[in-house]
């Protein structure tokens, strides 16, 4: 069974806990990144390969030990 992404930032970030009622979930990393462009406070859970090629937003990297 595949983890979906949204669940992985689940697990991984938020610890188990839930989203808030505020949270937009946008299908394509194309689309989410375009809305970021835009909304200074957002964020969005990728891949390094999807995101860091886009010169629009500034990538903040996250791994489950340091210095991973």
Do not use: H, W
């Amino acid at each position: 069974m595949a983890i979906r992404p949204a669940e992985l930032f689940v697990q991984d970030i938020l610890s188990g806990q839930a989203f808030g009622s505020n949270v937009e979930f946008i299908s394509t990393t194309t689309q989410a990144l375009q809305k970021l462009a835009s909304s200074p406070s957002g964020i969005y859970y990728a891949s390094a390969p999807q995101v860091v090629p886009q010169c629009s937003i500034k990538p903040l990297p996250l791994g489950r030990t340091q210095g991973q």
